[in-house]
DNA sequence: CGGAAAGACTAAAGCGCATTAGCGCTTGGC
DNA sequence: GCCAAGCGCTAATGCGCTTTAGTCTTTCCG
């Protein structure tokens, strides 16, 4: 028989015990003028004591927003329990969030469309005060609808929007240094004598796989690289051994692949163990986020060492900075340092020798973008 | 610039509109008798018209409950980002919660304590209307944390409660069943000839931990193999790469291993390739939960598939039936059908040569529990 | 010593919705 | 032909909190 749950108690029951007013006890819990010291003291005891919470829902109607934030992820269910990025990234999130009380209503939704359509929901319901939002794209359409709706926002790994003079931009931005990170990694391959380089990009419509995939490109232009190019995939491990064999199959296959994600890149690399291709000396492998993964694998994975919590708690605090009452403005997170481990070496001599997959038909000709 | 946000409708608004009162609205946004259906059409229209939606707060206020449900992660951040487990679970959650448009709150903390705090807290705010509970412990704290509350609860991958008669559970629990998929691994690896396994399990302090390792004494007694045994680990990498290391350097070494999660897996699939342990012909080695990642590495690890999103959904939906009203009650989830792939292989002949490993002093003995 | 100002507190209204009581009208049964 | 019942609708109340507009008391100053 399940027992009849508590009651919760309200200001009414603090008044009542403290005998003061309702407003009295309401002074007293927001630090607000009207009470004496002693009675603000002996409300909160009593308030303590009746282990009182504010309801939620009461604050809410009153005008003073919901305390809670939004986050929505749009990725197809295939390329989702994935990536260790979003789990780390809520971990930093919530770290910020917690201090300020404020909740995460997070959704999982299967393409843009669904997502804007959540917005819109959260903002007609009054659920959120603010969302984060991933994953941003070229031409996004979420800025322009966030800021219609009033509805503040922070742009994770976005770049700093440009605005006319005077105007102030509809969301704040979080860049991440997508070409900064390229740079690096093409000069660490460059100065392991690599000179055909090649990028296992994730989705196209995303934006930093366009800011990468074009910052390779000027790499290469700056160090002479002639043969340096991108293909993009989405993100799931079945496109990325897929790429990894066409371009592997190519007559003068790359001699170092940079990987958009871990997943990708340990798909690579199961590619190159499966084709008896040595890793890294035949073949050098980059994994553009670091996570547990790249370190478990055999050989280890190159990576670009982020602190993807502290991206989150960043983000955070943009969002509560917005919340605050503060402009949107442009935040840049540093760039993160480079972590050579066993998956990148020194460029072979000779081209490695792509031996015939054990038990796959003639690949098709590589097709690259 | 930014745009004065719209003002969003109120029932107030469509009542002015339609030129009826407030209540009429209500009446005939919610299926109440009260009004004609000609009324209630015209209502309807103007509501939809307006874009109106229920504002959540004052939903909340009068009685209706928050349309929100909770989740609670308490694990250790650096086991966070790691297992596919979670996000795709989230996503089948998410499925049904949408369904019912109820929203998901999330929060991530480091433990146990901070877990039943959020509890209390969300109990308190009337935060939410249920909440899913992930890893079940032993003696664990929650279900009658939660009962006491009257809070809805669904245990996620619990047994069902023992309960004296005429008693109702506290919370209802979704079974998954640990003991039937170590007999079907077990059973798999023995028929490949296997006799001396040993499972590396997660962390001791969760109950399918304490059945998986039951159930393979009691597997290993019913076949009549002497040699096999469990040892925890906090599902990190490097604790799985250290308890293979470990297992491996025992005089005689078993020939399968059997790791509690994906991530285990591979840093221990990692650790034989650093040795030069060919999987299978010398060791195999099979994950408890599939993933990308098992379909990634090379070879492929067997595991048990089972449908996580399935899991998830059947989750929600045995919140809602609470939610609803049901009384509390058990569900079990299907046997998962195992998936043989390039990491098991019939048993070697011979033992695995644990050849020394590259840059490590000798080893200490191998601590089983 | 009178009046203004400041301080401590209360009463009351309002947030947006659900719900209950109640009002006026139409029907139906006898 | 009258009363009861039912229908379609409105008015009013409450959920728990914040906030504004007071009220009453004390203090300070000219």
Redesign the pocket.
């Known amino acids: 028989m399940r027992r009849t749950p508590a009651r919760?108690p309200?200001?009414?029951d603090i008044?009542l015990r403290a005998?003061?007013?309702?407003?009295?006890?309401?002074?007293a819990?927001?630090d607000?003028?009207?009470?004496?010291?002693?009675?603000?003291d002996r409300i909160r005891r009593v308030a303590e004591q009746l282990g009182?919470?504010?309801?939620a829902?009461?604050?809410a109607?009153?005008?003073?927003g919901s305390a809670t934030v939004g986050l929505v992820l749009a990725r197809p269910a295939r390329t989702l329990g994935v990536e260790s990025f979003f789990l780390q990234l809520v971990s930093g999130i919530q770290e910020e969030l917690a201090e300020r009380k404020l909740g995460l209503l997070f959704q999982v939704v299967e393409g843009l469309d669904a997502e804007c359509a959540t917005y819109r929901r959260w903002w007609a319901e009054h659920r959120v005060d603010g969302v984060l939002v991933v994953d941003p794209r070229q031409d996004d359409p979420r800025p322009d609808l966030l800021g219609g709706l009033g509805l503040p926002a922070v742009m994770i790994g976005a770049p700093a929007p440009e605005v006319a003079d005077g105007e102030s931009p509809a969301v704040s931005t979080l860049g991440a240094d997508d070409a900064g990170i390229m740079a690096a990694l093409v000069g660490h391959l460059h100065a392991l004598g690599h000179r055909r380089i090649t990028h296992i990009a994730g989705l196209p419509e995303f934006a930093h796989t366009q800011r990468r995939i074009a910052s390779l490109r000027a790499e290469a232009a700056r160090l002479g690289l002639t043969e340096a190019a991108s293909v993009t995939t989405d993100y799931s491990d079945s496109e990325g051994a897929a790429a990894t064999r066409r371009v592997l199959d190519h007559r003068r296959p790359p001699t170092a692949l940079i990987y958009d994600n871990d997943v990708l890149a340990v798909a690579g690399l199961a590619v190159a163990t499966e084709r008896g291709i040595r890793v890294p000396d035949q073949l050098s492998l980059v994994a553009w986020d670091d996570s547990v993964l790249c370190r478990s694998v055999h050989p280890a994975l190159t990576a670009p060492v982020r602190d993807t919590a502290a991206f989150g708690r960043h983000a955070a605090q943009a969002l509560t900075a917005l919340l605050d009452g503060a402009p949107a403005g442009h935040t840049q997170e540093p760039l993160p340092r480079i972590e050579p481990r066993g998956s990148t070496g020194p460029a072979p001599d000779q081209d490695p020798v792509p031996a015939p997959a054990p038990q796959e038909g003639p690949s098709g000709p590589p097709r690259c973008s």
């Open positions: 919760r309200t200001m009414k008044a005998g003061v007013s309702e407003s009295a006890v309401s002074f819990l927001n607000r003028p009207g009470v004496s010291p002693v009675t603000r009182w919470q504010p309801r829902a009461a604050r109607l009153s005008g003073e």
